[in-house]
Every structure is written in C-alpha cells, then in structure tokens.
C-alpha cells in the first residue's frame, strides 16, 4: 500500500487524530509544540477550523496557555524522550468537553495523539456520585477477591469510617469472626456469579462496636456491586420480640398447666384423690348411653364405713382423714382401670363397673369388704364397711338406679353392718 492510502485512512478515520512536533529549551524540556497535522474528525471535536492552526505553535492559538499545561509537559515528554505511549484526560472548559488524548511517539520530537470525547463518561461520573452522596443506603463496588473499589458517605456515617479508609482496603477484615466463613461463602457466590440477597453479617465500626447490615449484591464480571442497609435496631426488636414470645409461650404453656391442674381439681377429691361427685355427674351420662347402645350390664356399688363417726368422735378428724385416704387405696387397688371410683362425700364411695352383670359387681363388692374388714387401720384399728349393690335396668334413669343401689346400702346397715346387699328390681 502507498503514502496516499495511508493519508486518506488518516483524514477519513472517525477518530480525531494530530500530528504534533515538540520545541524544547536548552535544557530539553518542552516549552512550545507545533500542530503539523490533524483530520476533520479532530476539527468536529474541538470545533476549530483545523487549517487556522495548523503549523502554529500553541502559544499562538492560546497566548494565556492552555488547560492542564504541566500535565501536558510531562505527556509530552513520555512520548517524544521516554518513547512511551500514554494516556492523559483533560477538561477543555472553552468547548465545554472531557477529551481523553493517548499519544505516541513517532520520530524524533515528533509525535501522535489520539483523542476520545469522554465527556459522557465523565458526566455519569458525576451524576453517580451525586447518587452517591444522597443514598442513605451503603453503596459500595468491590472486587470479586474482596476489596472495597468505592463506597459512598453512608458508610462514614453509619460505620465512621471515611470513604479513603475503606477504598482499597479487604472488606472481610471488618466482618465479625463468627459470621466470617457464611460471608466467605457468600462471596463465593458472587464470584460464581450468583446474585445474593439480604444476606446478613455484623460489620465492624471504627469505634469498636458491631452493627447488623443486610446486604443485597449483584456480581458482574469482576465486580460486586451492592447495596447495605443497617438493621442493628430492628435485629434488637426482633430479639426483644424473640424473648417476649419465649416469655409468653412459657406463660402459656405454665397456663396450660394450670388449666389443667385446675380441671383436674374440679374433678378430684382433695383429701382422697379420687373422683369427686362433680366428676360423677360429667361422666354418668355417657356411661349409660353407652351401656344401653351396646346392650352391656352397667353395675353400681356404694360403700359406707360403719360407725365412721365414732372413729371421729374417738380419735379426731386427722385420724378419721386417714382412714378415708387408706379405705381409698384399698379400693383403687381391687377396681379395674375403665371402672369409676367416686368419693361422693363423707365416709361414702361409689363405683360404677362397665360390661359387670349384678353377680360379677357382688363378688367384687364381697372383696372389697373383706379386704377393709382384715385391714388393720393405724390408731383406729379394725374397721368394716356395708355395701349396697345394683344393676342398671334397660332405659333406667340414673336416679332411679342410684337410689335401688342406696336402699340396698340402707338395708345392709340396717341388718348388721359389714355384709353386702344386693338390689332387687
């Protein structure tokens, strides 16, 4: 390819091109320089008319000196001495521009520049640290090996420290020791390229303390980009909530007790322990409905110790409190589990047997007599009980069935005492 290609790829080219020729002093460094060429594009860019400057020295096109002019020395110097191709952005505040310029060495004291429009760059620049500054959110872009490349003024007022501390320094330095591997892991992440939410760590402020901060971050490339907001203040009223809540269920569950222990009084006999006639009355119902449904015998004994009176009169209610707590132990030791033991009150209790024909509750009311008649109670000594005995007819109402079962007890104290009597229909 000739001169002439080269010289039309030069004037065509969309990038803003010059050819430049460096004036030195005596003590070699640059004083002036000459524009030797340029093409349109750089004369749209700077919005001159490239034949006005062209093989003029800078001093001519601007008598009170340019932008930046020792930058543009030393720029200078590192392409025509040093050899070296450099990059260098300058402010032309007369055409209201950011222009990248990268220049070249070429031959001698003269050189090439390449020049870029960056003023958008610049100007998102600008409106992202504007954005930075208003955020009350942490904003921070980091490296993907974990060091803080920017971060906003959010993290100097809520963390102390100011934005050049964290620039340039390991986030993980600041993160608390326990939370450390799940950041790592975290980090991991996003190095991976996976996108992580309200992931949260304590972080450590410049006065020693730890705040909360849930962070929310998107990798890309080699960058992270995120955003944290502290939420110190609300993990504390999580956990006052927390303990409350503990509180409140243990204060449930210590009420669920007593409820129960409650409705177990209701129905408990408090010197005995047995059921109490409350329980009685709760239960009978359902027993009868059930005998009648599945055609089962329903039995009734009533058991009254004979002279029980005399036992207080004698040796004094602790003495006979006794004997009732012993005569229910004997009881509960002969009845079965699905049968209901009742004290109904004073020196009296009532069993009712399930599926017990009149036959079957006599035999069992006949061992409960024996076993009270040879028990030998301490203090009072040998005592006897009478016993009345029923069975439930079809479709009998409760109290006609408690009252043939108390006429039968009746009749056993009115006989001897200390025997069993059976109902008869």
Not at 44 to 54: H, P, R, S
Not at 206 to 215: I, M, Q, S, V
Request: neutral net charge; glycine residues 6%.
């Amino acid at each position: 390819m000739d001169m002439q290609f080269y010289k039309q790829f030069y004037k065509n080219s969309p990038t803003a091109y010059t050819c430049q020729q460096a004036i030195f002093d005596g003590n070699g460094t640059p004083i002036d320089y000459i524009i030797l060429d340029y093409n349109e594009s750089y004369e749209k860019m700077m919005g001159i008319n490239g034949e006005k400057i062209k093989d003029k020295r800078y001093y001519d096109i601007f008598p009170n000196g340019w932008e930046n002019q020792r930058e543009w020395n030393n720029f200078v110097i590192d392409a025509v001495i040093n050899k070296k191709s450099t990059q260098f952005d300058i402010n032309r505040y007369t055409i209201q521009k950011w222009i990248r310029i990268i220049n070249f060495p070429i031959d001698g004291d003269i050189f090439g520049c390449i020049y870029f429009d960056v003023t958008k760059e610049y100007m998102l620049d600008k409106e992202v640290e504007g954005f930075l500054k208003v955020n009350i959110d942490m904003l921070s872009v980091s490296s993907t090996d974990g060091y803080f490349v920017r971060v906003n003024q959010a993290f100097e007022r809520i963390l102390g420290y100011k934005v050049e501390e964290l620039e340039g320094n390991r986030f993980t330095d600041l993160v608390h020791p326990e939370d450390l591997p799940r950041t790592i892991e975290a980090m991991k992440d996003l190095v991976n390229q996976k996108y992580v939410s309200s992931f949260v760590n304590r972080v450590l402020r410049k006065d020693g303390t730890y705040r909360y901060l849930e962070w929310h971050s998107q990798p890309n490339g080699n960058y992270i980009y995120s955003s944290a907001r502290d939420i110190t203040e609300r993990r504390k009223l999580e956990q006052e909530l927390f303990e409350k809540n503990q509180s409140l269920a243990k204060l449930t569950e210590e009420l669920k007790e007593k409820n129960k222990l409650l409705k177990t009084l209701a129905i408990t006999d408090d010197l005995t322990g047995l059921y109490n006639r409350h329980y009685l009355d709760m239960k009978i119902g359902d027993e009868i409905n059930h005998a009648d449904r599945v055609n089962q015998p329903l039995s009734m004994i009533i058991i009254d110790m004979d002279f029980f009176k005399e036992v207080n009169d004698t040796w004094g209610h602790p003495v006979g409190d006794d004997v009732l707590k012993q005569t229910a132990g004997i009881l509960k030791g002969i009845v079965r589990k699905s049968d209901i033991l009742v004290r109904l009150g004073g020196e009296e209790f009532i069993i009712i047997l399930n599926n017990t024909t009149t036959e079957e509750a006599y035999l069992i009311a006949e061992r409960i007599r024996k076993t009270i008649e040879q028990y030998k109670f301490p203090i009072a000594g040998f005592l006897t009980a009478s016993l009345g005995v029923a069975t439930k007819e079809k479709n009998e109402a409760f109290n006609s069935w408690y009252g043939r079962t108390d006429l039968a007890l009746y009749k056993a104290k009115g006989k001897k005492r200390n025997c069993v009597v059976k109902s008869s229909s």
